[in-house]
């Protein structure tokens, strides 16, 4: 079965500084993998996604992840934060299928907190 | 724009009361899962449906049953409700097959019960 680890609870990042998120995973074979958005009393939004190609990928709102292979990993990273990107992260991965349907696991989440 | 919906934005209840939470999409999405949100242990799928009628356990269903007799609606039941059981919790559907794969889950904003 896969797994995924988010290894910060919590990230408190000043406005317009980089910031990181790490996921890692852990699967025998080859995973899809995700980075959900949730805002404060909200549900998730998908925020981006690898499922194959190119390791970089990107949000429309300026986020991007790579998905590293050797290191089985998949960073969510911004280079410039705003106010407006305080919410929680979760990495998640799919491969596992259910009666043909795929079923995201979901890690534990990452708080990230912009600080003025 | 919503496209799923959670009756109860809040809901407190008393320990041993029976207690039914509604999720209604309007997708046409096949699947439909019930997760529960806990601080630091991310989300954890408790049930989760892939048709009509039809049901399969998810990682903790102790405790929880669940409904499916139309395709837009899936009701959460803890059958007695204890106080282990306070917690968000967050409705999702998706397509079937590779649906979740490219288009991701669609969340409801969630539920907060309190078992007190």
């Known amino acids: 079965a896969q797994s995924v680890t988010q290894l910060d609870s919590q990230v408190p990042v000043f406005e317009e500084a980089p910031v990181e998120l790490r996921c890692n995973y852990s699967?025998?074979?080859?995973?899809?993998l995700f980075w959900y958005v949730q805002y404060p009393n909200q549900g998730l939004q998908l925020l981006l996604k690898?499922?194959?190609?190119?390791?970089l990928v990107e949000s429309i709102n300026g986020f991007e992840a790579e998905f590293n292979k050797s290191q089985t990993s998949f960073h969510l990273r911004k280079p410039s934060v705003h106010i407006s990107d305080t919410a929680e992260y979760f990495c998640?991965?799919?491969?596992?299928?259910?009666?043909?349907?795929?079923?995201?696991?979901f890690g534990t989440g990452t708080r990230l907190t912009i600080i003025p | 724009d919503v496209k799923v919906t959670q009756s109860s934005r809040y809901l407190v209840k008393r320990t041993g009361e029976k207690v039914f939470l509604e999720c209604v999409q309007d997708?046409?999405?096949?699947?439909m899962f019930w997760y529960r949100q806990d601080p630091g242990l991310g989300l954890r799928l408790i049930y989760f449906?892939?048709?009509?009628?039809?049901?399969e356990k998810g990682d903790i269903p102790e405790g929880y049953s669940v409904s499916r007799e139309k395709k837009e609606r899936f009701s959460l039941i803890l059958e007695s409700a204890s106080t282990s059981q306070t917690s968000m919790y967050l409705c999702?559907?998706?397509?079937?097959?590779?649906?979740?794969?490219?288009?991701?889950?669609?969340f409801g904003s969630g539920t907060r019960l309190t078992v007190v």
């Open positions: 999702a559907s998706s397509s079937i097959g590779q649906g979740a794969r490219i288009y991701g889950y669609t």
């Open positions: 699967s025998s074979v080859s995973v899809y």
């Open positions: 690898y499922l194959s190609g190119s390791t």
């Open positions: 998640a991965v799919t491969r596992e299928k259910i009666r043909g349907n795929e079923k995201l696991t």
């Open positions: 997708m046409d999405h096949e699947n």
């Open positions: 449906s892939y048709d009509v009628k039809m049901k």
